[in-house]
């Protein structure tokens, strides 16, 4: 019979965790092991109050999950029936199925690409995200965590003093910069000003500007925008990828928002058979969720590996960092 747990972390900050939404000091995620004998397997699920997730409802949502037949599960199938009949949020679905699939590799002596029938990168170049901040806390930020390593940044903006961020950046940085605005803008004729106002800057993307349910005033903007458009909170576990095709570009697929390895393979799949730019991104979390991404890092034109390097406390060291290039350590 399969053994379930559930442990709660809290993960210092190296530096207020500023977006447009809001600011973080710390993050609280779940560690969730699944054993049976000698075989453990555990996940990490990195909740989201955009997507209306706490640590206390992990936990809830973890004790309905454990009491509706967890320890009776006896392949993936059985767990996604299960997941799906109980609804569980999509972070924990995550950490949940990381933890069991890492579970029955265990079992197997099976990596997990063998198991997922993915190519395992050797080492994969990863942007690094500036957090919003005053445009002259910039270059001394930018020094002192010696950002140049990396072959391209992102940076967290919101409407107001964006252009300026943006500008103070690419003063220093040469290489290719990601923008994004966590769904800041609201007025889709002043964010296409905001775009054009960017020309001759090495913009690669502009990351979700607006909320995803400005479907409307995204199908508006793509074709008057003159970069790229990429989507992340409008690309979760369920997408309708003829309607996204008329308001993106690119997309951003974080595994915590997908629910799980099995959905988010099936996501890229089916991005890049619709034409999008695919990039693998993050929530802050430690090496243990990281790791997931990073699986599919060679499957993506763009890869985000940075949350793990926010972190005071990383526990588990799973993977590395070096001149802008993530390896895995185990």
Partial sequence: MLHWSINQIKLELKY????????????????????????????????????NETPEILLNSFEKFLSSGANEIKNVNDLSILLNKINVPN????????????????KRNES?????KIEKPSKTKTCYTLPIMEPADIITFFNNNNLNRFAYL???????????????????????????????????????????SLKGLNI????????????????YVKPRASLPLMADE??????????????????NMKLMKAGGFLNGLRLIY??????????????????LGMSGAYAFSGL??????????LVKNEPFNLLSEKNGEVTLNK
């Avoid at 290719?176 to 775009?195: G, Q, R, S, T, V």
Wanted: some cysteine; glycine content about 4%.
């Fill in 204 to 219: 690669a993307m502009i990351e979700q500007p607006m909320h995803s349910s400005m479907v409307n005033e995204y199908k």
């Fill in 300 to 309: 993506c034109y763009l890869s985000d590996l940075d949350g793990y390097m």
């Fill in 16 to 51: 207020s965790w500023k977006i447009a939404r809001n600011t973080s000091e710390y993050k609280i995620n779940s560690i969730i092991t699944c054993s049976e004998g000698q075989f453990i397997g555990k996940g990490e699920a990195a909740p989201n109050i955009r997507y």
């Fill in 91 to 106: 972070a924990l679905r995550f950490g949940i199925e990381q933890a069991y699939i890492h579970f029955i590799c265990s």
């Fill in 154 to 196: 992102k940076i967290k903006i919101s409407v107001n003093g964006a252009l300026e961020e943006v500008k103070t950046l690419t003063s220093i940085y040469k290489k290719p910069i990601l923008i994004d605005a966590n769904e800041a803008w609201k007025d889709p004729d002043a964010l296409i000003n905001f775009i054009d």
């Fill in 112 to 116: 997990i690409y063998n198991f997922l």
């Fill in 234 to 251: 409008s690309f979760c576990s369920h997408v309708d990828f003829t309607e996204l095709k008329l308001q993106f570009d690119a997309v």
């Fill in 270 to 287: 089916e991005a890049k058979k619709h034409g999008f730019k695919t990039m693998v991104g993050c929530m802050v979390e430690t090496t």
